[in-house]
């Protein structure tokens, strides 16, 4: 059973998940103005489980034990990074206009057992959420054996256009071990996202999975890449109405970034209006709740922590700040992770103190 929690039962259950002796050693100060960040947040209730969103570990869970642990080695400034994200293809079968893997030799896909090998020693590093992209990962039929090496420790997100998802493959999905399913999905208008995802299919691809994921209590996210001259904009309520039919847990709007020579014409991402709008939707219980990323990493919440708390590994191994900043401090292919994250810590910490 699936069920959103506002309003004061909100705040209950996330002080329920805070009764952990882990929290002890955890700054007060740092606690109060997490709870604060909550305010415009709802729950997700799925099989005994809460998920505020795609940022955060659901609770109760191990990986949830894991930030916990990992809140408290901040205060020591001992950093590990929250969430790595591993291209594990970067085979697709989609052309999107605003693509940040376009540029990538499609035949640069690692084997198993190295992926399985660098997830070992990101989460022997502390890393909390351990994400699948590409490319499109799906095509990988050795998808699940990848996931399934991760430990308890961490919680998973597979980032996927839903292209080839059956309802057995998604079962195998969830035994595997999936914690989370980011589908993209523009658009409430067919030719709107099929022409931004440059496929006739990806539409009926994207409703397809978010069904299949929600049905088999795989915590389920529309992530939509926006700008304001689309339709789907202008009408958000209507998307956002859509995607909650479609059985979808959560709308992740991101900010588009122009990658190619086919995305003339991109319009403004108004903060404004989407934050109004969530403020809206996160507050009534019947609704999908909104999670924006530009808000998520701006200075009034946690703001970008690429390169210190997000990392990203591309197809080829090379670790890097993250999908849109592929600028490669090191191979995992001839070092090892802590070597390579160490230098690229120093030098994100170093900027942002200048």
Not at 70 to 86: A, C, D, H, R
Request: hydrophobic share 35%; net charge positive.
């Amino acid at each position: 059973m699936t069920k959103h929690i506002t309003g004061i039962k909100k705040y209950l259950r996330l002080f329920q998940g805070m009764i952990n002796y882990r929290v002890i050693g955890i700054p007060i100060p740092f606690i109060i103005a997490l709870l604060k960040k909550m305010k415009y947040e709802k729950l997700t209730e799925i099989n005994n489980q809460y998920y505020v969103n795609t940022q955060y570990a659901p609770f109760p869970s191990a990986s949830f034990n894991s930030s916990l642990k990992l809140f408290q080695e901040m205060k020591k400034s001992n950093f590990s990074p929250l969430s790595v994200y591993i291209s594990v293809t970067n085979s697709c079968v989609n052309k999107c206009i605003y693509c940040s893997n376009s540029g990538n030799d499609k035949n640069s896909n690692l084997p198993a057992s190295k992926i399985i090998d660098i997830i070992r020693q990101i989460q022997n590093s502390g890393t909390i959420a351990v994400g699948f992209t590409g490319g499109e990962p799906l095509l990988r039929s050795d998808l699940e054996e990848i996931i399934s090496s991760v430990s308890a420790a961490s919680y998973t997100i597979l980032f996927t256009s839903g292209a080839g998802l059956t309802s057995q493959r998604t079962k195998t999905l969830k035994q595997s071990g999936l914690t989370m399913a980011s589908v993209s999905i523009d658009s409430h208008i067919q030719s709107e996202h099929n022409a931004r995802r440059g496929s006739k299919r990806a539409f009926s691809d994207a409703l397809q999975a978010i069904r299949l994921f929600s049905q088999n209590g795989i915590y389920t996210t529309a992530s939509a890449v926006m700008n304001s001259s689309m339709r789907s904009w202008k009408e958000l309520d209507v998307f956002a109405d859509f995607l909650n039919d479609a059985g979808a847990h959560e709308l992740r709007i991101l900010r588009e970034i122009p990658r190619s020579k086919n995305s003339a014409g991109i319009g403004d991402f108004d903060s404004i209006y989407v934050n109004s709008f969530l403020k809206k939707y996160n507050r009534l219980g019947n609704k999908i709740k909104i999670m924006s990323l530009p808000n998520f990493e701006s200075s009034d919440y946690c703001a970008c922590s690429a390169g210190i708390f997000h990392l990203y590994v591309d197809a080829d191994a090379n670790l890097c700040p993250c999908d849109f900043i592929q600028i490669p401090f090191g191979s995992l292919k001839t070092e090892n992770f802590n070597e390579i994250y160490s230098r690229m810590k120093k030098t994100f910490i170093s900027n942002s103190e200048k």
